[in-house]
């Protein structure tokens, strides 16, 4: 007999789009829990059609993206055009089935179509619905737009990342939508062990922006107390030395190096063969190296280069000094022997990409393990959601495909 997942029995109507509550929902739907994403063809999630670089072989396909299939695995898709009268009560029949209901709209969207929390509770009342929005639903800044890559500048992360005499970098990725899943999934759990033991709902009312700048408490703190405002340091560090990435032998290949104690340096000297240099009074102490930081990482970068990245890292990782290899995604997917060891990639096979990557989730359930299955093409499961779920018959299905309701 088949143990049933962590999510088992657990329905959740899945109304957002992008990346922040879909991958959210995606850990959720991986551990059993049966996720039915609403999308429709007048508003096409973004990600299905961005960037030919993310399909195979450059050529797009509705069905066929790389970023949505992989945040959106073992879902269930359909279609419906919220903006047709009669999907609405559709929509309706759907969240009275339903377990959780999630978007990550403005307050205006659901409004409009009257599937906000007000509305939901006179359908069901033990629902949870949450409002996964930028900024929240409530305050001056609510109706505000953005995606991830504006959303890391306003909560402080692109002021901390770049070089001290340089602008604002920020990451080379919508970094917040990669951080905001571990915090939508983990409220839809309490909210559901709060209703299991009281026997009621609630709204969750989520703003991607707060969770970000909880993020920053260290740097935050150090405003409220010492009242100063830390800035770009090109990766280096108040409390190590040396502290930043170092080029390696080989193409564009380096290591990132991270000495925190005396002891530390000590052990990094006889790792890189007692050179002169790591026996010189002034990189003795952390002060001392911390005051000739542009000496001291000329030295260690001398080092580095001599060496691949990989030995660097053994080497120093073997002498407890922390250290990791700058890897880039072919090194991930194919060369990490730790990623491979937990079986973070599963392979499956889809119908347009056929035998794809996916990406599992970081953690592992010893009796309830993620299982995975390839994500939906648009409207797959039409025919399962609106036939054996709501009872509908095919001639139905087939009006309300013909009327673009199911569009």
């Known amino acids: 007999m088949t143990t049933p997942q962590a999510m088992t029995s657990i329905r959740v109507l899945d109304f957002s789009w992008f990346g922040a509550a879909p991958i959210g929902t995606k850990w959720l739907a991986d551990h059993g829990a049966e996720v039915i994403r609403v999308e429709s063809h007048e508003r096409l999630d973004a990600l299905r059609v961005l960037g030919s670089g993310h399909f195979r072989d450059y050529t797009p396909d509705l069905n066929g993206s790389g970023f949505f299939n992989d945040f959106n695995s073992s879902k269930c898709g359909i279609t419906l055009n919220l903006n047709h009268p009669e999907a609405i009560e559709i929509a309706r029949r759907l969240v009275a089935i339903s377990d959780v209901v999630i978007d990550s709209f403005t307050r205006r969207a659901m409004r409009k179509w009257g599937l906000y929390y007000d509305d939901l509770m006179q359908i069901k009342p033990d629902l949870i619905v949450i409002n996964a929005s930028q900024q929240g639903h409530t305050g001056p800044h609510a109706d505000y737009l953005g995606f991830g890559y504006n959303l890391q500048a306003l909560a402080g992360i692109n002021h901390l990342t770049g070089y ?36 009621k709902g609630q709204h969750i009312d989520f703003s991607q922006y707060q969770a970000m700048v909880s993020t920053l408490g260290p740097t935050v703190m150090d405003a409220i107390v010492n009242g100063r405002v830390q800035s770009r340091t090109g990766g280096r560090s108040a409390t190590a030395a040396p502290h930043g990435i170092y080029r390696c032998q080989g193409d564009d290949r380096w290591c990132a ?36 930081l542009d000496a001291l990482d000329a030295h260690v ?100 495909t013909r009327d673009k309701i199911f569009y």
């Not at 917040?176 to 909210?191: Q, R």
């Not at 530390?264 to 001392?288: D, N």
């Not at 499961?381 to 001639?395: C, I, K, P, R, T």
């Open 164 to 199: 001290p005499d340089g602008y604002p970098l920020g990451t080379s990725v919508n970094y917040p939508d990669f951080v905001m899943p571990m915090f939508i999934a983990s409220v839809i759990i309490s909210a559901l062990l709060y209703r299991k033991r009281t026997g």
């Open 257 to 292: 190096i991270a000495v925190f104690t005396d002891e530390e340096w000590q052990s990094l000297g006889r790792v890189a063969g007692h050179p002169s240099w790591a026996q010189e009074p002034r990189f003795q102490t952390l002060l001392g190296r911390l005051e000739h």
């Open 301 to 400: 970068a001398s080092w580095t280069a001599q060496h691949p990245p990989k030995t660097v890292m053994a080497q120093l990782q073997a002498a407890g000094v922390a250290a990791g290899v700058v890897q880039h995604a072919q090194d991930l997917l194919e060369n990490d022997p730790q990623l491979r060891h937990r079986g973070h990639y599963h392979r499956l096979t889809h119908p347009v990409t056929g035998l794809t990557y996916y990406m599992g989730p970081a953690f592992r359930l010893s009796a309830t393990p993620a299982v995975l299955k390839p994500a939906p093409c648009l409207g797959e499961h039409n025919a399962y959601v609106y036939g054996e779920l709501l009872g509908m018959s095919q001639a139905d299905i087939e009006r309300h």
